[in-house]
C-alpha cells in the first residue's frame, strides 16, 4: 500500500544498520543496507569509505522506493504483504522476492508483479483466509529460501531474526 512505504522502510532500515564490511557479505562495503556499488550507480560517480559511512536515511529512501518498493509494486500489494515482498527484494533481490510469491500463488513466475499476480493474490488471499495467513506462508517460505543457502551458517541468525520481526511488523499491518 502507498501509504505504507515509509514505515515500511524505517523497518528495513533498523534491520539494514549501519556501515558494514563483512568479509563474507558479497555486496561489501554498505551503509542502511545500500551497498558501494548501487550507491556508485544512483549518484553515477565513484564513492570511497568517508562517502559510504556518510550516507543517511534520507539519501536512501529514494533508492529504495525506486529500485525496491517499486519493483514489487509495493504500492499494489495489501498491507503487511507489502512489507514482506519490499524486505525480501531488499535481502535477496526484487526479483525473486516477486517469484517466491508467484510460486505460492500459483501463477506464472517470472519475477514482474504485474495484473495477472495483482489478480492471482487477491484469489489466493480469498482462498486462504485473509493477508494474515498470506505473510505468514510467504515468510516460511522466505525462511526456507535462507536456510538453503551456503552462507546460512554465518548469516542465518540474523536473517531468521529478521523474518520472525518482519512477520510481526507485517501482521500489524494487516
Given at each position: 500500500m502507498a501509504e505504507n512505504f515509509k514505515h515500511c522502510l524505517e523497518i528495513i532500515l533498523h534491520h539494514e544498520g549501519g556501515y558494514v564490511?563483512?568479509?563474507k557479505d558479497p555486496g561489501g562495503m554498505t551503509n542502511l543496507g545500500v551497498t558501494k556499488r548501487v550507491y556508485e550507480s544512483w549518484v553515477g560517480k565513484e564513492v570511497d569509505e568517508s562517502d559510504?559511512?556518510?550516507?543517511?536515511?534520507?539519501?536512501?529512501?529514494?533508492?529504495?522506493?525506486?529500485?525496491?518498493?517499486?519493483?514489487?509494486?509495493g504500492n499494489d500489494l495489501p498491507g503487511g504483504l507489502d512489507l514482506c515482498v519490499f524486505d525480501f527484494g531488499v535481502n535477496a533481490g526484487p526479483g525473486r522476492a516477486a517469484k517466491y510469491l508467484?510460486?505460492?500463488?500459483?501463477?506464472?513466475?517470472?519475477?514482474?508483479?504485474g495484473p495477472n499476480?495483482?489478480?492471482?493474490?487477491?484469489?489466493?488471499?480469498?482462498?486462504?483466509?485473509?493477508t494474515a495467513e498470506v505473510v505468514k506462508e510467504y515468510q516460511k517460505r522466505r525462511q526456507?529460501?535462507?536456510?538453503?543457502?551456503?552462507?546460512?551458517?554465518?548469516?542465518?541468525?540474523?536473517?531468521?531474526?529478521?523474518?520472525?520481526?518482519t512477520t510481526e511488523e507485517a501482521l500489524k499491518l494487516v
Open positions: 564490511n563483512h568479509p559510504m559511512r556518510a550516507l543517511t536515511p534520507e539519501d536512501v529512501a529514494p533508492i529504495y522506493e525506486k529500485n525496491y518498493w517499486h519493483k514489487v509494486r508467484q510460486n505460492m500463488i500459483g501463477t506464472v513466475a517470472d519475477g514482474g508483479i499476480t495483482l489478480k492471482a493474490l487477491s484469489t489466493y488471499d480469498e482462498e486462504v483466509g485473509g526456507g529460501y535462507y536456510e538453503g543457502l551456503s552462507t546460512f551458517a554465518t548469516f542465518g541468525k540474523g536473517w531468521t531474526r529478521r523474518v520472525v520481526e
